[in-house]
């Protein structure tokens, strides 16, 4: 079956760097659009960061824009985020999910992806 898995999250200070990486299997990984999506506490979930199938092509949110970078890497199956100057307001909750398609945009809607990983923790410190 389809497995994303989130890895990377972390405490850390205002002002540090965080890369978040997401393991997907059961899927041909090339096939999809992927995203990062975050849930701060008490808040909804909310898009970050999406990429391509191919990498040629990235969108983010404007909170995190200049600060976040998402890649992929298809030969491994493996998406990432790097996120520097991480900032109080970035705590959350940060997923990856997958889009399925060679989209020509990428979407920023939740509902619109049809696999999500269970999520890893981001907490920064004033």
């Known amino acids: 079956q389809v497995q994303l898995v989130e890895s990377g999250g972390g405490l850390v200070q205002a002002g540090a760097s965080l890369r978040l990486s997401c393991a997907a299997s059961g899927l041909t990984f090339n096939a999809y659009t992927m995203g990062w999506f975050r849930r701060a506490p008490g808040k909804e979930r909310e898009f970050v960061a999406g990429?391509?199938?191919?990498?040629?092509?990235?969108t983010y949110a404007d909170s995190v824009k200049g600060r976040f970078t998402v890649s992929r890497n298809n030969a491994k199956n493996t998406l990432y985020l790097q996120m520097n100057s991480l900032k109080p307001e970035d705590t959350a909750d940060y997923y990856c999910a997958a889009d399925f398609g060679r989209l020509t945009r990428i979407r920023t809607e939740g509902s619109s992806y049809n696999y999500w990983g269970r999520g890893t923790q981001v907490t920064v410190s004033s």
């Open positions: 990429i391509s199938w191919s990498g040629g092509s990235t």
